[in-house]
């Protein structure tokens, strides 16, 4: 058994579970050990791609809008990346506007919002020669104005796992539990909420969703005074979500 393995079967021992989001937090974001705590590579050499690791052009893409957008505030702006990886991202933006938008570039400053030590110093390295222009933030900043954008984070989140009770027209929370050295799944407690689109699910159809990432989006809402948020991810519209083929959730690992 792994060491992530171990604490996780740890945690589940008082009490014989945790929720699945417990779970997903430590396989992913435990500090040493989590997935994306050890995972730096991505594209070719790591285990999946992104619009950043194929190249610069996203990020060349994004500088040109958001000199537009920030030429209209016409005074000294935050870009604030939030789920930045390895920083990637955010120096591809800064090389653009380096290179073809001096004015702006002279004018803005870059928060990354990041509470993982070992992607600061990954992100670190990667702004190397924009690191005059760079801060670090654990939590999101009360005060921002500018350009607050994110590549592929709001999936990332940890989320509930909801299975569907037929019978009691009423949904219920999957946890994890231990069976030796395995992981195995629980039925935790009824939840007193509907998605309005429980008609004609079958029994124990699962859904998940993430109340951290509502409460993360309204955060950042609340903390820009002035200028844009850009979010890009993958999804689904309720009325494709909600459909058979997906009895089984929509989780991936």
Same mark, same amino acid.
């Given at each position: ?6 604490? &996780? ?7 014989? *579970? &945790? ?47 958001? !000199? ?15 789920? !930045? ?25 870059? &928060? &990354? ?38 590549? $592929? ?23 994890? *539990? ?40 309204? $955060? ?34």
């Amino acid at each position: 058994m792994n060491e992530l393995a171990h604490l &996780i079967h740890k945690e589940i021992r008082p009490n014989g *579970a &945790i929720s699945f989001e417990q779970f997903m937090e430590h396989a992913l974001y435990e500090p040493g050990l989590g997935y994306y705590e050890t995972q730096r590579e991505v594209g070719k050499k790591g285990d999946f791609f992104t619009s950043v690791s194929v190249g610069p052009l996203f990020g060349e893409l994004l500088a040109f809008q958001f !000199a537009q957008w920030l030429e209209s505030i016409g005074r000294s702006v935050q870009l604030i990346e939030a789920g !930045a990886h390895n920083g990637q991202l955010s120096c591809d933006v800064l090389n653009a506007l380096e290179k073809w938008h001096p004015n702006i570039y002279r004018n803005v400053s870059v &928060i &990354i919002v990041e509470p993982s030590k070992q992607h600061q110093q990954w992100q670190a390295e990667v702004l190397m020669r924009h690191k005059g222009k760079v801060e670090w933030h654990c939590e999101i900043p009360k005060e921002l104005c500018g350009i607050f954008f994110c590549n $592929e984070l709001l999936d990332a989140f940890p989320v509930q796992r909801l299975g569907w009770d037929a019978n009691e027209n009423s949904w219920f929370e999957w946890g994890v *539990a231990s069976e030796g050295e395995r992981f195995v799944w629980r039925r935790m407690e009824n939840l007193p909420m509907q998605f309005g689109c429980e008609e004609g699910l079958s029994d124990r159809y699962v859904t998940v969703q993430s109340t951290r990432r509502e409460a993360f989006w309204m $955060e950042v809402s609340n903390a820009l005074s002035q200028g844009r948020i850009m979010a890009f991810d993958y999804g689904l519209e309720s009325d494709a979500f909600f459909v058979p083929p997906r009895k089984n959730g929509t989780l991936r690992a």
